[in-house]
């Protein structure tokens, strides 16, 4: 089965029908900002639980994320999950969805998602290190290769130190 990539005005069409859309991004970007008529199911449940309840009782089922990219990416998993139903991917995921100017739900007092703190962290050590290491001493110039090599680590294992320190910070406690 191939699922198809449909415009932001088609799934609202088909929302009305009673398609049910499915957000798989994870909870920490659904909490800041999602459609409302979406049921989340981050992806690697889908994987591994298949659809969640909402969707399993549908005939049609629209899945999104933030851009569209990771849907796209697990397109032929997502299929798999959905046997002989109708499936669809929303074009541009949640950014095309505000593009065509439909509302979302925002709640501005959950922190930035995980990633983009440590985008921001990483970013901020590494700024710093190289301000430091011209102005102040070279030796601050470490800063950067200490973040540039947790980058890599967190890239070749998967492991990113600064992602679980993140975690445990009191602004991303429940």
Not at 66 to 71: E, L, V, W
Not at 85 to 107: C, H, Q, R, V, Y
Not at 154 to 171: I, N
Request: glycine fraction near 10%; charge should be positive.
């Amino acid at each position: 089965m191939n699922i198809k990539v449909i415009t932001p005005e088609h799934v609202k069409s088909k929302l009305a029908q009673g398609a049910v859309l499915v957000d798989i991004r994870q909870p920490d970007e659904y909490r800041r900002e999602h459609i409302g008529q979406s049921v989340l199911q981050p992806l690697d449940q889908i994987k591994q639980q298949g659809l969640p309840e909402a969707a399993k009782q549908a005939s049609c089922v629209i899945f999104h994320c933030k851009s569209g990219m990771r849907t796209r990416n697990a397109a032929d998993a997502l299929a798999q999950c959905c046997g002989e139903k109708e499936a669809f991917i929303l074009e541009k995921g949640l950014d095309g969805w505000k593009s065509a100017g439909f509302p979302t739900e925002i709640n501005r007092s959950q922190p930035l998602e995980l990633m983009r703190q440590v985008q921001i962290a990483a970013g901020s050590l590494a700024l710093a290190g190289a301000v430091l290491g011209w102005l102040v001493s070279p030796t601050f110039y470490l800063l950067c290769a200490f973040v540039g090599l947790g980058l890599i680590i967190a890239g070749l294992t998967g492991f990113c130190g600064m992602a679980r320190l993140l975690m445990v910070m009191p602004w991303n406690r429940q």
